[in-house]
Nanobody, 130 residues
Framework: QVQLVESGGGLVQPGGSLRLSCAAS????????IGWSRQAPGKEREGVSC????????YYADSVKGRFTISRDNAGNTWNLQMNSLKVEDTAVYYC???????????????????????WGQGTQVTVSS
């Protein structure tokens, strides 16, 4: 199976920026969508963003649109989340994710429905605090 590893988390002040990266290792897989989810303390996991491997179309949660930008390499082996204008409420553990051809579930948020995943990493902590 493919293994995903996140990096780039840390502590940043409100209004600052961080860039998260994800790297896939192990066996190769033709993903449909790759992206990011997050889980804040006391809250349920939520989708953040994803990008289509095939055509590069991007999808964002309303809470991050205009502030976060997702990108990928051409092969879909690595992908990034550039986070600008960070807010305290962005504090969470961020997970990189991938949707394989075998996935059968979808996010209930129609803006992110295809971002639901069946492969994920261990997470990286992002803390936004003054």
């Amino acid at each position: 199976q493919v293994q995903l590893v996140e990096s780039g988390g840390g502590l940043v002040q409100p209004g600052g920026s961080l860039r998260l990266s994800c790297a896939a290792s192990g066996s190769t897989l033709d993903y449909y969508y790759i992206g990011w989810s997050r889980q804040a303390p006391g809250k349920e996991r939520e989708g953040v963003s994803c990008i289509s491997v095939s055509d590069g179309d991007t999808y964002y949660a309303d809470s991050v649109k205009g502030r976060f930008t997702i990108s990928r390499d051409n092969a879909g082996n690595t992908w990034n989340l550039q986070m600008n204008s960070l807010k305290v409420e962005d504090t969470a553990v961020y997970y990189c994710t991938a949707r394989s051809p075998q996935a059968t579930t979808y996010y209930t948020d129609l803006n992110l429905s295809f971002c639901e995943y069946d492969i994920w990493g261990q997470g990286t902590q992002v803390t936004v605090s003054s």
